[in-house]
């Protein structure tokens, strides 16, 4: 029998050193893992429908298993709503959810399946100079330099 429990990640440091936690919920699985109910908007190398396995009081955590979910965050400065209302259901018919909305962020989560072509092109119709916004995947870049592909997709997309 699985529970629900939040939970807190480590997602950076503030401008003053001090550490960030995101609240994220989570199921706690019979063998205690943690199977992430959404996706983390702060938190980095994460999607929804990740389990782990904290390793320390500290925060510190392994992945057990990856959910193949991307989790995508986008921010935006100025009328999140024209975002919201263009860039949903456009992800949602590929089989994307919203998992968190607020006044200057959205969090979404899509199996990578869906072709990082065809999620960017939408993502790039709707998000960017013209409507004072950015976006940026939660879990395809190493956190440590934010530029090398973990590549933990391959195994998912390769042809059997």
């Known amino acids: 029998m699985t529970s629900l429990q939040i939970i807190e990640l480590f997602a950076g440091h503030d401008p003053n050193g001090k550490p960030v ?67 949903s259901p456009e992800l949602e018919k590929l089989g994307g959810e919203l998992d968190t909305e607020s006044p200057r962020m959205l969090v979404f989560t899509i199996h990578v399946s869906c072709g990082f072509k065809k999620i960017e092109a939408i993502l790039n119709d709707h998000v960017g100079d013209h409507s004072d916004s950015a976006w940026v995947y939660g879990n395809v870049y190493d956190p440590a330099d934010g530029v090398s592909p973990l590549n933990w997709w391959q195994a998912i997309l390769k042809p059997e």
Do not use: Y
């Open 21 to 87: 936690v995101e609240k994220i919920p989570v199921k706690v699985n019979e063998d205690d893992t943690l199977q992430l109910v959404k996706s983390p908007g702060f938190a980095k190398g994460l999607a929804g429908g990740d389990t782990i396995r904290f390793l320390s009081d500290s925060g510190e955590f392994e992945i057990v298993k990856r959910s193949g979910n991307l989790s995508i965050a986008v921010f935006c400065r100025g009328d999140m709503e024209e975002l919201v209302d263009g860039l």
